[in-house]
């Protein structure tokens, strides 16, 4: 993210939703001063463009190679920005500029940059397995290099196959922090947030208090409480997948299996 701000108006504007675990730069004209944004998004540092260094886990800002160029009505700010290695995947270039009157463009998206190429996310394991009992709380690892933030959607299905009908087809979304479950037709979904809420089908009930999602470098953990319903006892198999924002995907991997 890019930002221009006239200095008496910065503290007044909102920071956007992604502020944190971003590389979010700030300048302000009337004091020349260039700002990155810290890693939790709630403060910053600043140096004057050409000298001097910024960083944080996600990028480093260096000042000897930045400067701002006038020219009529445009300013242009050419920006030397070196991402961590960390930081790999297509990341999208948000711009953003204010007056002093407190008008602004709002965040406009005006490009992406593949800091390195992507990596493909992996399914990394299913505990308990074998799971007995009609229900489990079960713990689904899934790991992107890119860094866990990288993971688009994570899904399990507990069958005997891939299907997507009569089957307990569980969808989570990172982004928006909702946990899906699949129809009995395999043809629309309810959701929840982890920590509320319970879903069902035909098939399982997935109980929102005992879901919780835990995220460590580059896995995302998904603790699903999954109880079947009383028809649902055969021995089926656990398949997962994970996709991230390039699309790549695992494919359905099956680790486990499940007899309730």
Same mark, same amino acid.
């Given at each position: 993210?890019?930002?221009?701000?006239?200095?008496?108006?910065?503290?007044?504007?909102?920071?956007?939703?992604?502020?944190?675990?971003?590389?979010?730069?700030?300048?302000?004209?009337?004091?020349?001063?260039?700002?990155?944004?810290?890693?939790?998004?709630?403060?910053?540092?600043?140096?004057?463009?050409?000298?001097?260094?910024?960083?944080?886990?996600?990028?480093?800002?260096? /000042?000897?190679? !930045?400067?701002?160029?006038? $020219? =009529? @009505?445009?300013?242009?700010?050419?920006?030397?920005? +070196?991402? *961590?290695? #960390?930081?790999?995947?297509?990341?999208?270039?948000?711009?953003?500029?204010?007056?002093?009157?407190?008008?602004?463009?709002?965040?406009?998206?005006?490009?992406?940059?593949?800091?390195?190429?992507?990596?493909?996310?992996?399914?990394?394991?299913?505990?308990?397995?074998?799971?007995?009992?009609?229900?489990?709380?079960?713990?689904?690892?899934?790991?992107?290099?890119?860094?866990?933030?990288?993971?688009?959607?994570?899904?399990?299905?507990?069958?005997?196959?891939?299907?997507?009908?009569?089957?307990?087809?569980?969808?989570?979304?990172?982004?928006?922090?909702?946990?899906?479950?699949?129809?009995?037709?395999?043809? /629309?979904?309810? !959701?929840?947030?982890?920590? $509320? =809420? @319970?879903?069902?089908?035909?098939?399982?009930?997935? +109980?929102? *208090?005992? #879901?919780?999602?835990?995220?460590?470098?580059?896995?995302?953990?998904?603790?699903?409480?999954?109880?079947?319903?009383?028809?649902?006892?055969?021995?089926?198999?656990?398949?997962?997948?994970?996709?991230?924002?390039?699309?790549?995907?695992?494919?359905?991997?099956?680790?486990?299996?499940?007899?309730?």
């Amino acid at each position: 993210m890019v930002d221009i701000r006239q200095e008496s108006t910065c503290a007044t504007i909102p920071q956007p939703d992604g502020s944190a675990n971003s590389c979010y730069v700030t300048y302000a004209p009337g004091t020349n001063l260039l700002y990155l944004e810290n890693n939790a998004g709630n403060g910053t540092t600043s140096i004057t463009p050409g000298s001097g260094t910024l960083s944080n886990s996600q990028c480093t800002i260096n /000042g000897s190679s !930045s400067s701002v160029v006038l $020219s =009529g @009505t445009t300013l242009t700010l050419n920006l030397a920005v +070196t991402a *961590s290695s #960390t930081y790999t995947g297509i990341q999208d270039i948000f711009m953003y500029a204010s007056d002093n009157s407190l008008a602004n463009t709002g965040w406009v998206n005006k490009g992406t940059w593949n800091p390195a190429p992507n990596q493909p996310p992996t399914v990394v394991s299913v505990t308990p397995s074998p799971a007995t009992g009609p229900s489990n709380t079960f713990a689904l690892v899934y790991s992107d290099p890119n860094g866990a933030l990288d993971l688009k959607y994570v899904d399990v299905i507990f069958n005997t196959k891939t299907a997507t009908s009569n089957t307990c087809y569980v969808t989570y979304a990172p982004a928006t922090n909702l946990v899906y479950l699949y129809n009995n037709a395999g043809t /629309g979904t309810t !959701s929840l947030t982890p920590g $509320s =809420g @319970t879903l069902s089908n035909s098939q399982c009930t997935i +109980t929102g *208090s005992g #879901t919780s999602v835990v995220r460590s470098g580059d896995n995302l953990t998904l603790n699903l409480a999954v109880t079947a319903s009383g028809t649902y006892t055969a021995t089926v198999n656990i398949f997962m997948e994970a996709i991230d924002n390039s699309p790549a995907t695992t494919g359905w991997v099956n680790p486990g299996t499940w007899t309730p």
